[in-house]
């Protein structure tokens, strides 16, 4: 009875049977019918009608269960793919907001440019958001740090360490340490220790963030208090508002050549430097995460090859 089981799958991500049987171009009467004979096959109820339509105890143990065979069919069609030697098939990626616009551009040209069959999605979401819907099958694997991963069913693979360094406008520094600039610039280059900026206007990250969490931990160990005058999630924006002097902010390695390209562009907003930190000693691992027991054709493997190199022009960025 768990033939057409992806009947299942739909039913319960839409949890409604109009819009399931929509997506699965099959009328109402066709998925009832089918679901009507799964619930009496097995004896039990799958699905509560009222006051919702949700799954019940059964139903998750049925969805979990199907989610597997779902896995293991699309192993074995990645492993029959090779065999077959076929360069054509789908990859559903995702990745985090910020870091969209820096890896994606190049990522989609690239790859088209090698396996123009392949069909990629590509997902901009939160990393919670994306661990659950690789959890559930809905997404191949995910671009992020793996400081907050939830599950032993996760793997990763490490693309590339971040290190965080402190963005400020020659504004700022002129405005924050009038007896020592310009001089503060050549020495703050060695290392900027946080304590002698905690009179300093900050824009942070959200809490819930790996890099808002990399530096609360820093200035916990250190005792240190900065002041926070907003905080925003796109890190581009950030970098803007430190070249406006509305604020300093900090910068992981894969956001430098934006940095750098503002520092280019000029405009209104003074200078940008960019320091290291002195005894930060927390990185950012950077990673492909996938399920653990997924496997992928050579396809989605080149896939994963070509996002290291990338990273490694990255990784390989001088500072601003």
């Known amino acids: 009875m768990i033939s057409n089981y992806h009947y299942f799958l739909v039913l319960a991500e839409e949890l409604n049977i109009s819009n399931a049987a929509k997506r699965l171009y099959i009328s109402h009467q066709c998925l009832s019918k089918y679901l009507k004979g799964l619930e009496e096959a097995y004896g039990v109820t799958f699905f509560e009608r009222k006051p919702k339509f949700s799954l019940t105890h059964a139903g998750n143990i049925m969805l979990k ?147 808002r969490i990399m530096l609360e931990r820093h200035l916990q160990r250190r005792g240190i208090t900065i002041n926070c005058v907003n905080e925003l999630t796109q890190p581009d924006i950030h970098y803007r508002l430190c070249a406006e002097d509305y604020a300093a902010s900090f910068c992981l390695t894969m956001y430098l050549p934006g940095v750098s390209q503002l520092n280019q562009l000029g405009g209104s907003g003074s200078r940008l430097h960019v320091f290291p930190i002195k005894d930060f000693k927390q990185v950012n691992p950077l990673s492909l995460i996938y399920h653990k027991d997924k496997i992928f054709p050579s396809y989605t493997q080149d896939f994963m090859k070509l996002i290291r190199e990338i990273c490694d022009r990255y990784a390989a960025f001088p500072q601003p």
């Open 65 to 211: 269960t199907l989610r597997e065979i779902e896995r293991s069919e699309q192993n074995l069609e990645s492993q029959l793919a090779d065999i077959k030697e076929s360069k054509s098939g789908v990859i559903k990626f995702g990745i985090t907001e910020g870091r969209y616009p820096i890896i994606i551009p190049r990522l989609l040209k690239e790859y088209r440019d090698r396996y123009p069959n392949v069909e990629l999605t590509v997902y901009s979401m939160t990393s919670p958001q994306m661990q659950e819907l690789v959890l559930n099958n809905e997404l191949d694997l995910f671009f992020a740090g793996t400081g907050n991963l939830i599950s032993r069913n996760l793997k990763h693979s490490l693309v590339l360490n971040e290190h965080m360094y402190l963005v400020i406008s020659d504004n700022l520094l002129r405005q924050y340490f009038p007896e020592d600039y310009p001089g503060c610039i050549s020495r703050f280059e060695a290392g900027v220790d946080l304590a002698l900026f905690q009179q300093v206007p900050f824009v942070l990250n959200k809490p819930n963030f790996n890099s």
